[in-house]
Nanobody
Framework: VQLQASGGGLVQAGGSLRLSCAAS????????LGWFRQAPGKEREFVAT????????NYAHSVKGRFTISRDNAGNTVYLQMNNLEPGDTARYYC?????????????????WGQGTQVTVSS
């Protein structure tokens, strides 16, 4: 399964971006999907996850209330709407397909990973 992420870019603080990530085939439709990010010199961290039905979401405390994760009806595409961006959100964002139908904040629970898309927030 290949994951193709897009939508990253350079934005000023307070701005918005919408990330998209499409799976190459339906393997992801019965699995939870997630977003992680990694800033230079830092470890990869959890951002958000959504279960296979799209009914249950979970967010990192740092993004709760500003970011929204969603998925399309076919289940192959996951989105991350990012509002009120802060310089601390600057990182490379990765989408991932979970090993199970339930979302997780642990990277080891994800089987497939995209190549990432860069988000840079200027102050």
């Amino acid at each position: 399964v290949q994951l193709q992420a897009s939508g990253g870019g350079l934005v000023q603080a307070g701005g918005s971006l919408r990330l998209s990530c499409a799976a190459s085939k339906r393997t992801g439709s019965n699995n939870a999907l997630g977003w992680f990010r990694q800033a230079p010199g830092k470890e990869r961290e959890f951002v958000a996850t959504i279960d296979w039905r799209g009914g249950t979401t979970n967010y990192a405390h740092s993004v709760k209330g500003r970011f929204t994760i969603s998925r399309d009806n076919a289940g192959n595409t996951v989105y991350l709407q990012m509002n009120n961006l802060e310089p601390g959100d600057t990182a490379r964002y990765y989408c991932a397909v979970s090993r199970t139908s339930i979302g997780s904040s642990r990277s080891e629970d994800y089987r497939y990973w995209g190549q990432g898309t860069q988000v840079t927030v200027s102050s």
